[in-house]
T-cell receptor, first 115, second 114 residues
Framework: AQSVTQLGSHVSVSEGALVLLRCNYS??????LFWYVQYPNQGLQLLLKYTTGATLVKGINGFEAEFKKSETSFHLTKPSAHMSDAAEYFC?????????????FGTGTQLKVEL | ETGVTQTPRHLVMGMTNKKSLKCEQH?????MYWYKQSAKKPLELMFV???????ENNSVPSRFSPECPNSSHLFLHLHTLQPEDSALYLCASSQGHSLVQEAFFGQGTRLTVV
């Protein structure tokens, strides 16, 4: 079974500072990895995904993540935080179910951006 | 707007009530999902449907009963729920078997069981 670990349930940064949200995964097969963001009272929105190819993946809103197989990591970064980035972020890994696509999520990291 | 619409957005129900959650997707996807999001717990996959057929039931209690009449609609029928069933219920859809295809989520139904 696959699993995802997000280190740090809460991360606080200053506006303009680097954002780093950590994600480690466990998978017996080459993983497909996703980052989602959830704003208050909203569903999840895809930020970016890694499938194959280039290990540095760029997403929306200036976020990017790097797949490192040797470290089983897929950390999310943004060079300069903005107040609008305050939200909860979820890392996920996918596996097939025989039909459809099963996502296994981490417990989430709440990002707070301070002035 | 993700193309996945859930109604109602909020629902308060007693333990003896029967209610239904509705999900509709306008993306032409083949697979639909119910997830449960509780405080301080990872999102839990409840059910998966692919081409209207249920392909996964993740040990969900029988007081939750899904229905998928077609590839665009998904329901979750609720009866005799418990207070611990209070959570955000998220519907999602994706383009079927392909693992590279991301899931698109609705805004969720905030359920409170009293």
């Amino acid at each position: 079974a696959q699993s995802v670990t997000q280190l740090g349930s809460h991360v606080s940064v200053s506006e303009g500072a680097l954002v780093l949200l950590r994600c480690n995964y466990s998978s017996s097969v080459p993983p497909y990895l996703f980052w989602y963001v959830q704003y208050p009272n909203q569903g999840l929105q895809l930020l970016l995904k890694y499938t194959t190819g280039a290990t540095l993946v760029k997403g929306i809103n200036g976020f990017e993540a790097e797949f490192k197989k040797s470290e089983t990591s897929f950390h999310l970064t943004k060079p300069s935080a903005h107040m609008s980035d305050a939200a909860e972020y979820f890392c996920a890994v996918s596996e097939g179910t025989g039909g459809g696509n099963k996502l296994t999520f981490g417990t989430g990291t709440q990002l707070k951006v301070e002035l | 707007e993700t193309g996945v619409t859930q109604t109602p957005r909020h629902l308060v129900m007693g333990m003896t009530n029967k209610k239904s959650l509705k999900c509709e997707q306008h993306l032409g996807h083949n697979a639909m999902y119910w997830y449960k999001q509780s405080a301080k717990k990872p999102l839990e996959l409840m059910f998966v449907y692919n081409f209207k057929e249920q392909t996964e039931n993740n040990s969900v209690p029988s007081r939750f009963s899904p229905e998928c009449p077609n590839s665009s609609h998904l329901f979750l029928h609720l009866h005799t729920l418990q207070p611990e069933d209070s959570a955000l219920y998220l519907c999602a859809s994706s383009q079927g078997h392909s693992l590279v295809q991301e899931a698109f989520f609705g805004q969720g139904t905030r359920l409170t069981v009293v």
